[in-house]
């Protein structure tokens, strides 16, 4: 019979308020998540919120060793759902890892005891009797492995890895002073967006980005420029391929890394970015972001020679540079066009007016706004906040990581493109 009251618990959960708050590529997935008795296992609640936030249903599996070191309750305050530390009568093992009852099974951390029954059909605890099953029904096991270095060096550990290893998956973990260190919450979750590639909506969207500044030439060797780093738009374009997106980044001279698994083309001056944009627009997208710093005016008759230094002044003229972003539904009409405005030093009121001016000038669908004047972010330029402005309401991303920013920024796109 159905416990109608442990489902009306569940749904009114308040750690449920936060799933698909992070994004939507693990909607409506259930993951099992085994923790075993090591030490970390206390970033495990960390880890089943890092996966709530992007739309996973998660179930916690304890070893008794982990109950003396975390108690029950912190898992299911973390994540709504009981959590199973001892088998019952109820078989909890076949609920949630029999034929397509879960989608992935996740250990973390996962010991050397645990890898070892798993490589040998040994069920003699909740965690182990689960596993058992999940690897009979096939469904995917992600391990992330903690032990003492000597352990990991162990003949018999590397066997039963060396048999396990592709049969399931591992994550790599951390060698950090002679211990073998499961991964961080974070780089798991990175890593189950990466591999299983759970459908996201953005997931085989080809999208085209702009980032970074621009140089305008004054001669051969001086430039005009500004300050842009690149990061957001790097940030970002890294949050798309991990959604599965197709990203082509036109990227100015940054000092931030581009992401891997991006088609990069680099380039220098407002004209350069222009043209690639311009020439890869022949191709169909679906998105198209405008996150570069691009030049608004650049020297009207550069030097083609290096300008002597003297004792008098120079005078450079300077003429009006094309926007890109209002030439982008010219190309294709249908595309969903993403435009950043930066501003300093204006009230919110004001950055709203001129981030709506932009958004009719452009014919963008939405635009990302905000003010790199304002002294909290000369104080401390890795966290920002970033206004969205579309044709509905304002929405605010709050005061944030530059991380976390690209996150929201990611999930309003989902949004739009639903």
Not at 183 to 206: C, M, Q, T, W
Not at 294 to 323: F, H, M, Q, V
Request: aromatic residues 6%.
């Amino acid at each position: 019979m159905v416990d109608k009251k442990k489902i009306s618990w569940k749904k009114d959960h308040p750690s449920l308020d936060i799933v698909n708050s992070s994004g939507v590529e693990l909607s409506d997935k259930k993951i099992v998540l085994c923790v075993a008795g090591s030490v970390a296992a206390y970033k495990a609640i960390e880890l089943a919120r890092l996966l709530m936030r992007h739309g996973a249903d998660v179930t916690c599996v304890t070893s008794s060793a982990v109950t003396k070191l975390v108690k029950p309750d912190y898992f299911k305050w973390a994540t709504g759902n009981e959590v199973i530390t001892k088998l019952t009568g109820e078989l909890e093992h076949i609920r949630l890892a029999d034929y397509n009852q879960a989608d992935l099974i996740v250990v973390y951390p996962a010991t050397a005891n645990t890898l070892g029954k798993l490589a040998n059909g040994i069920d003699d605890t909740p965690v182990s009797t689960v596993l058992t099953v999940g690897f009979g029904s096939k469904i995917p096991i992600l391990l992330c492995l903690a032990m003492h270095a000597s352990m990991y060096d162990n003949v018999a550990v590397k066997k039963n890895i060396e048999f396990l290893k592709n049969k399931i998956d591992f994550q790599k973990p951390q060698m950090i002073e002679g211990k073998v260190k499961a991964p961080e919450p974070e780089d798991v979750l990175d890593h189950i967006l990466k591999k299983y590639g759970f459908s996201s909506i953005l997931k085989n969207k080809k999208i085209l980005m702009t980032a970074g500044p621009t140089i305008e030439y004054i001669d051969p060797v001086r430039v005009i420029t500004n300050q842009s780093s690149g990061k957001t738009g790097v940030l970002l374009a890294s949050e798309l391929i991990s959604a599965g997106s197709k990203v082509t980044l036109v990227y100015g001279p940054g000092i931030e890394k581009p992401p891997k698994g991006a088609k990069v083309i680099k380039v220098l001056t407002s004209k350069e970015m222009f043209d690639v944009v311009k020439q890869e627009m022949k191709k169909k997208f679906d998105v198209v972001i405008m996150a570069a710093a691009t030049a608004d005016y650049t020297p009207e008759n550069p030097s083609k020679k290096k300008i002597k230094s003297g004792p008098g002044r120079i005078k450079i003229s300077l003429k009006k540079i094309p926007k890109i972003i209002d030439q982008i539904k010219k190309y294709q009409k249908n595309v969903l066009l993403v435009g950043f405005k930066a501003e300093v030093n204006l009230s919110k009121k004001d950055l709203i007016r001129v981030a709506k001016q932009k958004l009719q000038d452009s014919k963008a669908d939405m635009i990302i706004a905000n003010d790199i004047g304002s002294s909290r972010y000369k104080k401390n330029p890795e966290n920002n906040e970033v206004l969205i402005i579309d044709s509905g309401k304002v929405r605010s991303s709050g005061w944030k990581k530059k991380q976390k920013i690209v996150k929201f920024i990611k999930k309003e796109i989902e949004n739009k493109l639903k």
